[in-house]
């Protein structure tokens, strides 16, 4: 019987990248997208899916949290509060969605515990990021003990976190090399037909793409 992993996959080209290095591990893949009122919610949905037939994938999930928004506090979320278009700034963001990632961490090990997977695949980046708590290693590591001891002991899931020391740059070039379709994803946290270039996300995936001496093919606004 073949392994399998849950690759959380949001349309961005750091998920795809890890999904991607997954199916390269030899596992499975069961692809888990989250459409949780995001504004350019339609895009990702879109742009997972494209990664997800590019990876052949045949078992997907496209789940609705909808609950986000009743929580907001994030400007990705919230209509009330502005994206940031000003340049990265230190601290943790308004863009920041509350424990977003620790949420889908424990759907995701629903899904894996149901199938036997082995491993949940996730494309969190602290080294080169926007500063986002739940992106941490640390933070990672400790779910995963976490999760173990939430579930049956065969279970026994290990988190991977491939991209989690890299640079922006060095993703870029990694996806390529692999043949990841980078044109098919979306990191614009503002606009779903052309990237907005100025959001923190537009200007982390710019900046990965320029250090890498790389032409990024997604339609920029500015």
């Not at 070039?173 to 990237?195: H, I, R």
Request: hydrophobic share 35%.
């Amino acid at each position: 019987m073949s392994k399998k992993a849950v690759c959380i996959i949001s349309g961005g080209m750091d998920s795809a990248l890890s999904a991607k290095i997954a199916q390269q591990e030899g596992f499975d893949i069961i692809a888990l997208h989250f459409n949780y009122g995001q504004i350019t919610q339609i895009k990702e949905l879109e742009s997972f899916r494209k990664i997800s037939d590019y990876l052949e994938v045949v078992k997907r999930y496209e789940i609705d949290l909808d609950f986000f928004k009743q929580i907001g506090a994030s400007a990705l979320i919230d209509s009330s509060l502005e994206v940031p278009t000003g340049g990265i700034e230190d601290g943790v963001p308004i863009t920041y969605v509350p424990f977003r990632n620790g949420i889908f961490i424990s759907i995701a090990t629903a899904i894996a515990e149901k199938h036997g997977a082995k491993a949940i695949y996730i494309g969190v980046v602290e080294e080169d990021s926007s500063g986002y708590p739940d992106c941490r290693d640390e933070y990672i590591s400790s779910m995963q003990k976490a999760i173990n001891l939430g579930t049956k002991d065969e279970t026994n899931l290990e988190i991977k976190m491939p991209l989690v020391h890299m640079k922006k740059e060095q993703i870029v070039q990694k996806s390529l090399d692999l043949g990841v379709p980078l044109q098919y994803t979306w990191s614009c946290y503002q606009n779903e037909d052309k990237a907005c270039g100025v959001c923190d996300s537009c200007r982390l995936r710019l900046k990965g793409f320029a250090k890498a001496k790389q032409k990024d093919l997604i339609d920029y606004k500015d």
